[in-house]
Nanobody
Framework: VQLQASGGGLVQTGASLRLSCAAS????????MGWFRQAPGKEREFVAA????????YYADSVRGRFTISRDKFKNTVYLQMNSLKAEDTAVYLC???????????????????WGQGTLVTVSS
């Protein structure tokens, strides 16, 4: 599985962005997917995850209510809609695929098997 994240950019506080993660491979629809982020000088942190069916979603406390994760199995793509962006959301956002915990996605990066290259989101205050 290869993952390609896109949609990052420079925005002002309060703006919205939608990130996309396009996946190759016929087994994408059976994987759980996650978004993580890493800010400069900080460790990678969990942002959101979605199970293979799309019925289960999980969010970090810091983004719950502002971000929404979704997936389109026909387009082999997972999305992260980010609203009400804050300066502290500035980071490189990475998407990841988990071939094992497909129904109950995990919040720990080490559980994920495949990673995309990341897309930079910069929120200016």
């Amino acid at each position: 599985v290869q993952l390609q994240a896109s949609g990052g950019g420079l925005v002002q506080t309060g703006a919205s962005l939608r990130l996309s993660c396009a996946a190759s491979g016929r087994t994408f629809s059976s994987y759980a997917m996650g978004w993580f982020r890493q800010a400069p000088g900080k460790e990678r942190e969990f942002v959101a995850a979605i199970g293979w069916s799309g019925s289960r979603t999980y969010y970090a406390d810091s983004v719950r209510g502002r971000f929404t994760i979704s997936r389109d199995k026909f387009k082999n793509t997972v999305y992260l809609q980010m609203n009400s962006l804050k300066a502290e959301d500035t980071a490189v956002y990475l998407c990841a695929a988990d071939a094992q915990n497909t129904a109950y996605p995990k919040r720990t990066g080490t559980e994920y098997d495949y990673w995309g290259q990341g897309t930079l989101v910069t929120v200016s205050s």
